[in-house]
Structure formats: structure tokens, C-alpha cells
């Protein structure tokens, strides 16, 4: 299974989609934060400083061997397991080990910071790790100097040893001076002088070695009793005002991350149809306009939404004027009839198609929009009736332009189906589905377009509602034929449209 790499625009459009998803738990994170800081408070915290010998300063930057070793010797076993006995209940060093920090400001300076329960119990703690280590170091000191004592008394035995056999090689050297070198006292004496300065050079060496450790123990003795002191005792560390605030930023930014998880785990699994080319590829329809539109849901707004029908955007009416252009027949004065289909939970198609209805009459047609039966118009069909004034019976509205006349007219009706199991009653208009982006997968959108088919009215185009900003697709099928095939001459538009306003009523 090969890894698709992660395209940042899906994945953004993912999260957004998802926005009130990964707010809210983005705000629990953050309120988790905060209670964590009432709950669990951080603990106060006591330090001490302990200065190191001079000779710990090597006058490079970053922190010296030396004091490296000195923070491993604070934090280790011996010294943490005498200093957790300074509070009560006494504490392991383990415990302790988990609440110690040992840094070093500088190169002679390493610093305690300790937390603790309590205050009193911090500065005691401090205390005690600082001044247990400096008697480690004494301790280990002492040892030192008995080391270094038994060192030089090993140099002096070899240097004397050394002289020793210096004397013996001279002694030699003179014997064989008066002899012959091929006599047999010449030949003894010869081989004696080469195992005398043969010895002589081992123990030379074993000098030298012991002479290099008595220097490095006396350097050791000297970094450990030199100034190793308490510098500062325990004081109280002031909390710090940003750790409540780090903590809380750490809770929504856990938050945040975990909501984005889901979010594209979300949209992964999401089979709703967002680009025109996807929408209109689900059932071989062609986009025949785009439209941005609010949901409507009481009277009020729906009476809004028509009021300020007749004003549409520029793109929203020459989006119109092409969908027009193509409805004709060639017969200025018929009337065209169309079929508006929207899903009864897409409120907001409907009002995409309402505002369509609006953008053919700034265009300056004639337009009546007729609303269905079903539940989830009923908000629409009363404003309708508002709009008309009341007229028991008829849900229709009139978007014509105050009394002028006009050759165009254009019959508009509106009919929400359901979703699970969709009904499109017989029609002689051309049908236009009409769906929000992200709204509808290809089974729902092909569940339609089956029974459109089957009232003798089949989809012949649709109307995205709110695509995406970045949605650069069009919706067109490339196969060259018509989206709205001519009607016939022998069909009388008069009794379609009479036919398609008691079917309204």
C-alpha cells in the first residue's frame, strides 16, 4: 500500500469544513489547561547555589569536564539518599531525583532548584542536597589525599631505587675499564652492565608513571577541598506567571492537533461531491450555473430573500443569462417551464434556486415561481403567499417588473424529494437539479436523476449552490451535445403552463 502524500489545500479544506469540530475541541483542550492549573497547581520550588573551585574554570565556553562531573555527583544515589531525610515523611532518592534539577549557571557555580509540597519543605530539601554534596566532595577529597600520600611514598622508593642501581652501573663500568674485554672477568662484567641498565630503564618508566598520577591527584585533591563552598542557601523561587499560560496553550494546541486528526480522518471517509466536473460526472449532467445563496429556514428570511431576489451579482446574473439563452425555443413569446429539484435537507439549494427565479427577472423576464407540497418548502410557500398577498390555495409569486410587460415569461417551480427515497411527479418542464456543494454523494444524486427520469422529465442540468473559492472546474461534459434539447412546435406552451400551475396549486 503506497502513502499518498498530503496535499495542504485538501487537507486545509478539510479542517475548515470541519471548523465548529475542531474549535470546540480546541476550546475543550484549552479549558482542560486551565483546570489542570486549578487542580493541580505547580509545586513551590527553593534553590541553592554551590561554588566550585577556581580550577573548574577552563575559560572556553559551554560548561567544563569538571562540572560536568560535579551535576552527575549532586544527583546522584549517595548524596540524594542522606538529603531526603532533611523533610517528614523522608523521601528516596528516587522520588527526590524526580523533583531536583542541578544546572550550572556558569562554570563554578552549579545551581539546586528543588520542588516540594510545601515552601518550608523545598528550601529544606535545597538545603540539604547542596550542603550533602559539598560533604561528599570533602569526603571524597580525603580520599584523594591518602591516595596521593601513598603515591609519592611509591616515587620516593623508585627514585631511590633508580640511584641504587645508577651506582651499581658506575661501579661496573670502572671494573670493566681495567679489564680485557675478551677475558672471561671482561665478559661477566660486560653482561652484568647490560642487565643494570636494562633494570634501571623499567624502573625509570614505573617512576614516570607514578610521578604522572601523584600530578593528576594532586590536581583532583585540589579541585575537590578548594573553595568548594555553600554560596547561597535556599531561597523561595517567585512561580512563574507564564507556566499556567504555557500550560493552557499546551491544552488547545493538544486540542487543535487532535481536532484536525479527526477532521481529516472525517473528510477521508466524506463521499459528498464538492467540484462541478465530480457533480456533474455523477449522472452525465452538465453545470449549467453556479450561485451563492444563505439558508433560509423562517418566513421572515424567505421573505427577505425574495424582496432582494431582484438584485442579483453580476456573476450570479450572467450565469442566469446564460441558463435563459439556452431554455429558448426560439419563440420569444412562449413561456419557458422549468423544474427546479432540490433535497428537502438542502435549505440551501432552495434559496439558491429562489434567487435564480430572482436573477431572471433583473434580467427582465417575466417570472412566477410556483412552490411545492413537501414539509421542507412549507417556510417558502408562505412567503410566497405574504409576497402575493393572501390568496387561499395559490403559492405562486410573481417576480415581474412592477407593471411593465414582457414578451419573456418564465414559470418557475420549485419541488423538494427526499433524500432516501426520492419521488418526482409527472412534469412537461425541463428539470434542473439544484444542490450545495459537499452536499450530496453520487447514489443520491443518481437516485434523483432516476426518478426525474422516470416522471418523463429527466434531469437535463444542474445548479451548483456556494461551490468552492477554489473550485476551478466547469461542469461541462465534453461530448457536444445539447444540455436542453429543443421542445416540439406541436406543444402548446399556454397548456403547459397551465398544466404546471394546477399541478402548483
Known amino acids: 500500500m503506497q502513502e499518498q502524500p498530503l496535499d495542504l489545500r485538501r487537507a486545509m479544506k478539510a479542517v475548515k469544513g470541519h471548523r465548529a469540530l475542531v474549535g470546540a475541541l480546541c476550546a475543550l483542550g484549552l479549558a482542560a489547561g486551565v483546570a489542570y492549573d486549578f487542580v493541580k497547581p505547580p509545586l513551590p520550588a527553593a534553590r541553592a547555589l554551590v561554588l566550585l573551585p577556581p580550577s573548574a574554570v577552563t575559560g572556553q565556553p559551554g560548561q567544563s569536564p569538571y562540572t560536568v562531573t560535579q551535576k552527575i555527583i549532586a544527583t546522584s544515589s549517595p548524596v540524594l539518599s542522606e538529603a531526603g531525610g532533611a523533610v517528614l515523611p523522608p523521601i528516596g532518592a528516587q522520588e527526590l531525583r524526580s523533583r531536583l534539577s542541578v544546572t ?20 529544606k530539601l535545597a538545603n540539604a542536597v547542596a550542603t550533602d554534596y559539598i560533604a561528599y566532595v570533602a569526603n ?54 647490560n642487565t643494570l641498565r636494562t633494570e634501571q630503564e623499567q624502573v625509570s618508566i614505573q617512576l614516570s608513571n607514578i610521578n604522572s598520577q601523584v600530578v593528576n591527584a594532586e590536581v583532583t585533591n585540589t579541585q575537590a577541598t578548594d573553595a568548594t563552598q555553600l554560596l547561597e542557601p ?96 426560439g419563440n420569444d413569446s412562449q413561456e ?6 432540490v433535497f428537502a ?10 434567487k435564480l427565479a430572482g436573477a431572471a427577472r433583473f434580467l427582465g423576464v417575466d417570472t412566477h415561481v410556483y412552490v411545492g407540497e413537501h414539509s421542507a418548502l412549507e417556510a417558502l410557500r408562505s412567503a410566497c403567499l405574504v409576497a402575493n398577498g393572501p390568496r387561499p390555495g395559490d403559492a405562486a409569486v410573481n417576480l415581474k417588473r412592477g407593471n411593465e410587460s414582457s414578451t419573456s415569461q418564465l414559470s418557475v417551480s420549485i419541488e423538494a424529494v427526499d433524500e432516501a427515497k426520492p419521488h418526482v411527479g409527472p412534469s412537461f418542464a425541463k428539470s434542473l437539479l439544484v444542490v450545495s456543494a459537499g452536499y450530496a454523494t453520487a447514489g443520491d444524486l443518481a437516485k434523483v436523476a432516476l426518478a426525474a427520469s422516470d416522471s418523463g422529465s429527466p434531469v ?42 394546477r399541478q402548483a396549486q
Open 234 to 329: 535556599a531561597v523561595v523561587v517567585p512561580a512563574s506567571k507564564l507556566e499556567p499560560v504555557l500550560t493552557a496553550f499546551l491544552g488547545a494546541l493538544a486540542g487543535l492537533a487532535a481536532g484536525t486528526a479527526l477532521a481529516l480522518g472525517f473528510a477521508r471517509g466524506d463521499r459528498r461531491l464538492r467540484s462541478r466536473d465530480a457533480l456533474a460526472g455523477a449522472i452525465g449532467a452538465p453545470v449549467v450555473a453556479s450561485i451563492w445563496a444563505k439558508p433560509c429556514r423562517t418566513v421572515g428570511e424567505w421573505r427577505k430573500l425574495l424582496e432582494r431576489s431582484h438584485n442579483p451579482s453580476a456573476i450570479e446574473a450572467w450565469n442566469t443569462r446564460r441558463m435563459l439563452e439556452r431554455l429558448r425555443d
Open 140 to 193: 571524597s577529597a580525603n580520599g584523594s589525599a591518602a591516595l596521593l600520600k601513598h603515591l609519592e611514598s611509591e616515587s620516593v622508593q623508585l627514585t631511590q631505587q633508580v640511584l641504587g642501581l645508577q651506582k651499581q652501573i658506575n661501579s661496573t663500568e670502572s671494573q670493566l675499564a681495567a679489564e680485557s674485554p675478551t677475558s672471561p672477568a671482561g665478559v661477566r662484567d660486560n653482561s652484568e652492565l
Open 336 to 341: 419557458a417551464l422549468l423544474r427546479l429539484l
Open 460 to 501: 437535463r442540468g444542474l445548479v451548483v449552490v456556494n461551490p468552492d473559492a477554489d473550485d476551478s472546474t466547469t461542469g461541462v461534459l465534453g461530448d457536444g451535445t445539447d444540455m436542453f434539447p429543443r421542445v416540439s412546435k406541436e406543444l402548446d406552451g399556454q397548456e403547459v403552463a397551465a398544466e404546471l400551475r
Open 345 to 354: 435537507g438542502d435549505s440551501t439549494a432552495a434559496a439558491g434556486g429562489t
Open 104 to 123: 550550572a549557571p556558569s562554570q563554578d557555580v552549579l545551581q539546586v532548584l528543588v520542588h516540594a509540597k510545601t515552601r518550608s519543605d523545598a528550601k
